[in-house]
């Protein structure tokens, strides 16, 4: 047996993506990889696609808690509730979303946030009233900790939501040239901007840990508590 050359047993051994999607016909510079890691299963999703009301490209990463249903959900409706609330804000601005200021859309980012999350309560409610209740006929064996299980999944979101330049509207090259990004997150994945002229990666995104003092505060303004945190 002959030895590895030295240059390969510096290079990390990364495992093949799970899947790959390119974005979209117009732009073809992006897409996604997943890799599952410990886990027997994946917990993770993504989301990536194109707006066609508001004209904006969409990425989103959602790092799935105690299973993928909390993740899958959000990576199917995250988009919809944005373009709700950008409709919203453009009726209520009556002007173009262009026209609107950023700390508005900022704000529409948010909304869309809690929406999200009230109608993810919501859809677990009616599940479980459904297919999780021993005192359904259909499912009179459902043990309580599947019960558990089910109404605890969660995820992460880190969204990222690009608008192109007025150049790029105007012409028909393709461009990969944007005016605005916005970044909107809940939990601990980042998003990472690269590269600054040093060649290093610039963090978008703010963690919310209980390491974080002011999330630590908001969790205890809500009635939560934070263990070893």
């Avoid at 990222?160 to 997150?185: G, H, K, Q, R």
């Amino acid at each position: 047996l002959s030895e590895p050359p030295r240059s390969n047993l510096l290079q990390p051994q990364l495992p093949e993506c799970l899947s790959e999607h390119s974005l979209m016909p117009v732009d073809k510079h992006s897409g996604w990889c997943d890799m599952r890691g410990r886990r027997k299963y994946m917990e993770d999703t993504t989301a990536v696609g194109h707006s066609l009301n508001f004209n904006y490209n969409y990425y989103a990463v959602f790092d799935g808690h105690y299973g993928i249903r909390a993740a899958n959900f959000a990576s199917r409706n995250l988009r919809s509730f944005i373009d709700d609330e950008l409709a919203r804000l453009s009726y209520e601005n009556n002007s173009s979303i262009d026209a609107v200021n950023n700390t508005a859309i900022e704000k529409a980012l948010s909304r869309a946030f809690v929406q999200l999350d009230e109608s993810y309560i919501a859809y677990e409610d009616v599940l479980q009233a459904k297919y999780y209740n021993n005192t359904n006929p259909e499912y009179p064996n459902t043990a309580p900790d599947r019960l558990r299980s089910f109404r605890n999944s969660g995820s992460t979101i880190t969204s990222v939501v690009l608008f192109p330049s007025l150049d790029m509207m105007a012409s028909s090259a393709l461009s990969i040239e944007y005016s605005t990004v916005y970044v909107a997150n809940i939990g601990d994945s980042h998003a990472i901007l690269c590269c600054d002229k040093s060649g290093l990666g610039l963090l978008l995104t703010t963690d919310h840990t209980p390491y974080n003092d002011e999330e630590k505060e908001r969790v205890h303004a809500a009635g939560g508590f934070v263990d070893e945190g």
